[in-house]
Nanobody, 119 residues
Framework: QVQLVESGGGLVQTGGSLRLSCVSS????????MAWYRQAPGKQRELVAH??????TYADSVKGRFTISADNSKSTAYLQMNALKPEDTAVYYC??????????????WGQGIQVTVSS
């Protein structure tokens, strides 16, 4: 059973930085993408950043401020968040996508970690 564990969240002032980490309980075979999502109170979960070997994409709201990185060999991912704003306050979730040799896709989620940006 794969478990993704996020760390690095917390409380930070506007303009500050945080680095989120996501570590898998075991190597994910066939891993091809990792991503970070977030969900603010009363809002739907939204994609923040997504990365594959082909490149990375970002939500417009975080472009230029957030950077995603991943090491597929270690089944880990990071999200460097700079110039944080109060509207970045949310629970952040790590996500991993894999495919086995039969073409079956798997989607894994972390339990989420709180990021709070004070004004």
């Amino acid at each position: 059973q794969v478990q993704l564990v996020e760390s690095g969240g917390g409380l930070v002032q506007t303009g500050g930085s945080l680095r989120l980490s996501c570590v898998s309980s075991r190597k994910i075979f066939g891993l091809y993408a990792m991503a970070w999502y977030r969900q603010a109170p009363g809002k739907q979960r939204e994609l923040v950043a997504h990365t594959t070997t082909a490149g990375s994409t970002y939500a417009d709201s975080v472009k230029g401020r957030f950077t995603i990185s991943a090491d597929n060999s270690k089944s880990t991912a990071y999200l460097q968040m700079n110039a944080l704003k109060p509207e970045d306050t949310a629970v952040y979730y790590c996500n991993a996508e894999s495919m086995d040799h039969e073409g079956v896709e798997y989607n894994y989620w972390g339990q989420g970690i709180q990021v709070t940006v004070s004004s």
